[in-house]
């Protein structure tokens, strides 16, 4: 099993704050969150949350307020529990039209938002290990939660959860528990966007651009057949729901711009320096990688005709077989262009089916369906557990 080298960062405390901070924004009134309609003030405190049951007014409001000196007026609280009802499904009136209807009387200033975020911050810190313990067990979540301490990756981790404790789910915590950092990636950029809303979309291209798809150091030079493998196993795997998201908010594999390109939006949004990469550039290394180490041995001039989506990793055993071919032998498919495939696990078929394509395994009796698919002689390298 891979293992993810998590990146320190010195300055921990001030990086997720300004992260979290500069996405939010600050308002000294309160707003609709715009995404759930959750009644939101200062730099994105809820007033209302998930508890993973329920939508239910924060158990701490009153003492968050109270520190400060604040007290939740009566015709306030009234309407909070309106609103949970709402957002539960308890009421004819949606949690969006009491919100419209309703001008809250709370405010606070900045210091005092300042303070509600330190607050938040630190419950959202605890709420990644507990969420770990729920999906996985306490004595391995409090393993990940100590590797994560005071990393780039948890900057990414804190900013996810600040407003929804709930996105550590079932396939982060897997990702996390199996060092996958592709998988955990994935499960930042594109899973985590329930409500398909194009702001948090932004976001979510740079919580997971902080989390990074690549340990430190990691570049087209440096990368291994493992590494590039487990990028485009999640790319394999994935396929489908990345290029449908990224027609969505961000950038199409032809170049082409989603139907809003939010790539773009956070680059030009966030700090200065920020630079969120497309699909195609983020996984450059790996494409790189595979197509020297593969097509450039046996034809040079293949490996312009081979586009990044086309390069395909067989799974490993333990991670299911892939296309089935009807008689019991999982089969990789390529698809009607030139492509790459590469078997990471033997008792499999691959199927080039058109175009000029290239196939390894680690066999070297090999057949294909593709009409002048190229078959190598040569044995892959043997990939360890990703």
């Known amino acids: 099993m891979m293992t993810i080298n998590y990146r320190d960062i010195q300055n921990y405390e001030d990086e997720v704050r300004s992260v979290i901070t500069e996405g939010e924004g600050f308002e000294r009134t309160v707003y609709d969150d715009g995404v759930n309609h959750i009644p939101t003030i200062g730099y994105g405190y809820a007033l209302i949350i998930d508890n993973g049951d329920n939508w239910v007014v924060k158990s701490t409001l009153e003492d968050d307020l109270e520190s400060l000196g604040v007290t939740l007026s009566l015709g306030d609280q009234l309407i909070l529990d ?15 039209e009491i919100m419209d209807d309703y001008e809250f009387d709370l405010t606070v200033d900045e210091d005092e938002a300042n303070s509600l975020f330190d607050a938040e911050r630190e419950r959202a810190e605890n709420a990644i290990e507990d969420q770990l313990a729920r999906h996985l067990n306490p004595e391995r979540a409090a393993e990940i939660f100590t590797n994560l301490s005071e990393t780039h990756e948890l900057v990414a981790l804190t900013s996810l959860v600040y407003t929804n404790y709930t996105l550590i789910g079932p396939g982060l915590s897997s990702a996390l528990d199996e060092g996958n950092r592709a998988e955990a990636w994935y499960e930042i950029r594109y899973a985590s966007n329930g409500g398909d809303d194009a702001g ?44 449908d998201y990224e027609s969505r908010y961000g950038v199409n594999p032809d170049g082409s711009n989603g139907n809003r390109n939010m790539i773009a939006e956070a ?6 320096g920020t630079d969120i990469p497309t699909l195609e550039e983020a996984l450059s290394p790996a494409t790189g990688y595979l197509m020297e180490e593969y097509v450039t041995s046996l034809d040079e001039s293949l490996t312009e005709t081979i586009d990044f989506q086309n390069i395909w990793v067989d799974r490993l055993d333990n991670e299911g077989d892939s296309q089935g071919s009807g008689d019991g032998v999982p089969t990789m498919s390529g698809c009607d262009e030139n492509d790459l495939l590469v078997r990471s696990n033997s008792g499999s078929d691959l199927k080039g089916v058109k175009g000029n394509d290239v196939l390894w395994g680690e066999e070297k009796k090999m057949a294909s369906q593709a009409g002048g698919a190229w078959m190598s002689l040569k044995e892959a390298p043997a990939p360890t557990a990703a």
């Open 200 to 243: 948090i979309a932004k976001r979510r291209y740079h919580e997971s651009h902080i989390f990074g798809l690549y340990d430190e150091g990691v570049d087209a030079e440096t990368i291994t057949n493992d590494q590039a493998r487990q990028v485009y196993r999640m790319f394999n795997r994935r396929r489908d729901d990345i290029l």
């Open 82 to 96: 309106q609103i949970a009802s709402a957002l539960n499904g308890d009421t004819e009136t949606t949690a969006e």
């Open 267 to 272: 680059n030009e949004d966030y700090s200065p």
